[in-house]
């Protein structure tokens, strides 16, 4: 059975506790069909950790790390030091939220050399519950980006062993700026055996990610989910910019996801 999330920040316990409350409360109630990926910002304090635990007692918990834009980035080999201690906050999470896999972005920069640099942080992070995440070409902020094609993350875990995540609006983002076909792109991550699952709605001949609320693009979301996913796969629901009030959009997602997926 197919388990879904909302996507918490570790900031949230301090900008919107009830925002906090409201999501693992939804997903406590909805405990089989559920989970919550917590985005651990960078310089949260372990008491907020501690904290958001504390609150998500009885509900099942997986990390994802700070990105490029948050100052993590893989690629880079002047940032080594400052990546892995930004990295250990994820870690402490993991650790106490007891979660069986971190999502780590591959990095910043086109090129054999930014790919390696990865790689070789990645041996050094030494976590086998990191999932390395395929991206668009370019950031939000126009930085390029590696961990792109299937190759790329193939690569990756072949020199560090960590698991996958794939994201499928990365990957279609990827595959239009590439001038790849999609299709063929997204078989080819989907053959890489991903342990979890990003997706959300978008433009299909866009290289934008939007993070769209299900229903307002035009993202094939019933093929995505029912042809490129595994029965009981893990996939995190990346849907809306910005601190949303409430949870009434994330549940609208959630009915509209389980619905489509009882269609298949």
Not at 55 to 62: D, L, N
Not at 70 to 86: L, V
Not at 212 to 226: A, I
Request: net charge negative; with cysteine.
């Amino acid at each position: 059975m197919r388990k879904y999330s909302f996507k918490l920040f570790s900031n949230n316990v301090q900008n919107n506790p009830n925002l906090v409350t409201q999501g693992l409360d939804f997903v406590r109630k909805n405990a089989d069909r559920m989970f919550i990926e917590l985005m651990v910002v960078p310089q949260t304090p372990k008491e907020d950790i501690d904290t958001f635990a504390d609150w998500a007692k009885g509900v099942e918990v997986r990390i994802h790390a700070p990105h490029n834009v948050m100052g993590f980035d893989a690629g880079d080999k002047s940032k080594e030091k400052e990546n892995c201690q930004i990295l250990s906050s994820s870690q402490y999470a993991a650790d106490v939220l007891q979660a069986k896999t971190i999502v780590v972005h591959a990095g910043c920069g086109h090129g054999v050399e930014y790919l390696k640099e990865t790689a070789r942080q990645f041996k050094i992070f030494n976590d086998k519950r990191i999932v390395v995440e395929n991206l668009p070409l370019y950031a939000s902020d126009d930085a390029p980006l590696h961990g792109t094609t299937a190759e790329e993350i193939k690569y990756i875990q072949e020199q560090c062993g960590c698991g996958f995540c794939l994201d499928f609006s990365h990957a279609t983002c990827s595959a239009n700026a590439l001038n790849a076909d999609i299709e063929k792109h997204l078989s080819d991550f989907f053959a890489l055996k991903p342990d979890v699952y990003h997706i959300c709605d978008g433009d299909i001949k866009s290289v934008e990610d939007k993070h769209l609320h299900f229903g307002e693009g035009n993202y094939p979301l019933k093929h995505y989910l029912n042809d490129l996913t595994e029965k009981n796969a893990y996939i995190t629901m990346e849907t809306g910019y910005g601190l949303p009030e409430n949870i009434d959009a994330w549940v609208a997602d959630f009915n509209y996801i389980i619905n489509m997926e009882q269609g298949e």
